[in-house]
Antibody, heavy 118, light 110 residues
Framework: EVQLVESGGGFIQPGGSLRLSCAAS????????MHWVRQAPGKGPVWVSC????????RYADSVKGRFTISRDNAKNTLYLQMNSLRAEDTAVYYC???????????WGQGTTVTVSS | QSVLTQPPSVSAAPGQKVTISCSGS????????VSWYQQLPGTAPKLLIY???KRPSGIPDRFSGSKSGTSATLGITGLQTGDEADYYC???????????FGGGTKLTVL
């Protein structure tokens, strides 16, 4: 079964750091671009970042550039999102998702919740 | 404020057809591929349409996508109560060099 499982979310104070992980199974993740998408409570999804199959190319939303770092370990079939200098507006459910073809995000994890609050 | 503009809500009766628009610009929709997603409460988005008009395996042909210029449209025919959900368009923005989603459209099947 093709599956993505996120972990690493939690409650963190402003200015803190968290590292999210996304474990892929049932497919060869190294041939796909992978993305992080977040969704604040009651709001629509917002694209955060993506990385190519070998980890050589990354892209970020302006709102997280310089604070978040996306990476992957294909040997472990795992995607990461290192989040530093967290702000209240980073509070959201974070999903990892697979880029199937031409930006179509066909497999999504269940999401992991990040709450930034003092 | 989303880069892509969608109507906040649409509604139609069971069995009828509805369309949801997604308006963008030359930096996004006009020169990139559009995807559409359905999101039921408490669940992750589900891919309905990719590459402007293609359906992934398992998506019924009641769902269709089209694109013209800086706009894209999702069509749903034979509406069912189970289609009540939020729908989002998504694409790449070549000026931002980032992915973008629409603000979402809530579909009500009356």
């Amino acid at each position: 079964e093709v599956q993505l499982v996120e972990s690493g979310g939690g409650f963190i104070q402003p200015g803190g750091s968290l590292r999210l992980s996304c474990a892929a199974s049932g497919f060869t993740s190294s041939i796909y671009w992978m993305h992080w998408v977040r969704q604040a409570p009651g709001k629509g999804p917002v694209w955060v970042s993506c990385i190519d199959g070998v980890g050589g190319t990354t892209r970020y939303a302006d709102s997280v550039k310089g604070r978040f770092t996306i990476s992957r370990d294909n040997a472990k079939n795992t995607l990461y999102l290192q989040m530093n200098s967290l702000r209240a507006e980073d509070t959201a459910v974070y999903y990892c998702t697979r880029d199937f073809y031409r930006g179509g995000l066909d497999v999504w994890g269940q999401g992991t919740t990040v709450t930034v609050s003092s | 404020q989303s880069v892509l503009t969608q109507p906040p809500s649409v509604s139609a009766a069971p069995g009828q057809k509805v369309t949801i628009s997604c308006s963008g610009s030359s930096f996004d929709i006009a020169n990139n591929y559009v995807s559409w997603y359905q999101q039921l409460p408490g669940t992750a988005p589900k891919l309905l349409i990719y590459d402007n008009n293609k359906r992934p395996s398992g998506i019924p042909d009641r769902f269709s996508g089209s694109k013209s210029g800086t706009s894209a449209t999702l069509g749903i025919t034979g509406l069912q109560t189970g289609d009540e959900a939020d729908y989002y368009c998504g694409t790449w923005d070549s000026s931002l060099n980032a992915g973008v989603f629409g603000g979402g459209t809530k579909l009500t099947v009356l």
